[in-house]
Each structure stands twice: as C-alpha cells, then as structure tokens.
C-alpha cells in the first residue's frame, strides 16, 4: 500500500474523524487488521484560524507548503490538505512539491457528476461560502450552486469556530442547519454539500431530507483510493 500524508490541526476534530475515515475504509477493503499507511503533521490552528489580509493568507501558504514539503520528504507519495478553508491556499502548496495533493473539491465534485447531481447548496465558513476558490472547482464538474443566504453566513462561520473546531455539539446548531437543509429542500435543491470537515457533527449525513455531500468522508475514501492504488 502506498503511504498518503495528511496535513492536520485544522482542526484537531476533522483530523480524528480523517483518520478514523480513512483507517475503516482501508479495513473495509483489505483486513480487519489492516491499518493506513499515514503521515501526519497536526499544525497549531491558532495561528491559522480567521485568516483575512493577504499577509496572513500568504503566512499561511508558506506554513501549509513546507508541511506538505516534509511529509513528502518523510516518504508520503500524496498529501490531502485537512480544510475545507485552507484548499484557498493549494495552488502554492501543489507547487511546493512533486508528490500530488488531492483537492477536497476536485473528489466532491467528481463525485456529484458521476450521480447524476447538477445543482446543490455549499455549506461552510464564511470564506468557503463567500470565495471563489472551492466554488468554482464544484462548478467546473457540472454543479450548479446556490448562491449564499447572507443571512445565515456570520452564523453558520460562529458555530464553525466557537463550536464545532473546539469539540462542542449543541442541539442549537443541530437545529439551524436542519431548518436552512429543509428550506434548501423546498427551494428545489437536489444535494447538500459539507464544506467544512467539521459539520458531519451536528448535520445527518446518511439520513437527511437531502443528499449529503461529506467532503471529509469523500476525501477520505479519495486518500484510501490512492493508498490501495485504485
């Protein structure tokens, strides 16, 4: 099996659920004994988290770049980006090294298109719903999105941060995005997409009045692809 690197603490939740993901799928399809050959580098979220100036976007990508620089070093033959919100950056990080780096987007979808899905609603931070960057990657493979609510973002981008990223789950929160899910529902929409690896939390992914686009899960299974050389 080939060794992928994961790129991590962003937050320490989604980085237990990918390797948690990705630990069963590989179970799945191999032997219950099996185990992932992984690499992981948690990076400190503190200095990565609300990100607004051009400045702290390029600290960043230089942080991310020489993180996927040592993985690849240390032996990782593909390296994921463990955020939704950080993939703004994957352009200098893929550039940074040899080794490929499967975008979260690009997996989502592919995946989409391959249902049969031309038209979904994005949820996420503020800077995943608002930007371009993983918008037009969904769009380049067919998917129509809605546009934003404006009024949900500064609330769906709070429980992101003060809840989700520190572990905490609340029924409040479970019930703002089943209300926005349902009323996406009634707008016409045919599927949900998780733009933020934290959300599968507090948001059904396997039971929904919509499909559910995991990005976290499908780029986990993405990662397993690779790894088996599927």
């Known amino acids: 099996m080939r060794k ?8 320490w939740v989604s980085t237990r659920t990918y390797y948690e993901h990705i630990n069963r799928a590989v179970q799945t399809r191999t032997s219950k004994l099996a185990s992932a050959p992984m690499l992981i580098e948690s990076l400190d979220f503190s200095e990565l988290a609300a990100l607004s100036t051009p400045e702290q976007w390029h600290h960043a990508s230089t942080v991310l770049s020489e993180s996927a620089q040592r993985l690849a070093a240390a032996g990782a033959t593909a390296i994921l980006i463990g955020a939704n919100s950080m993939h703004k950056v994957y352009d200098a990080v893929a ?52 546009p934003p609510v404006m009024d949900n973002v500064a609330e769906f981008d709070r429980i992101i941060y003060e809840e989700l990223m520190q572990g905490r789950i609340t029924r409040a929160a479970e019930r703002t995005f089943k209300t926005y899910i349902t009323t996406m529902d009634q707008a016409g929409v045919q599927a ?3 733009g933020c690896t934290e959300l599968d939390m507090v948001i059904d992914v396997d039971a929904n009045v919509l499909p559910v686009y995991d990005g976290t899960r499908i780029h986990a299974e993405a990662a397993v692809d690779w790894i088996l050389g599927a």
């Open 4 to 11: 992928i690197g994961l790129i991590g603490g962003m937050s």
């Open 95 to 146: 550039a940074a090294v040899s080794v490929p780096i499967i975008h979260i987007a690009d997996v989502v979808g592919a995946k989409m298109r391959a249902d049969g899905v031309t038209n979904a609603v994005l949820i996420g931070s503020r800077n995943v719903m608002l930007e371009s960057f993983y918008r037009k990657r969904l769009v380049a493979h067919g998917v129509s999105l809605m």
């Open 192 to 194: 949900v997409v998780l």
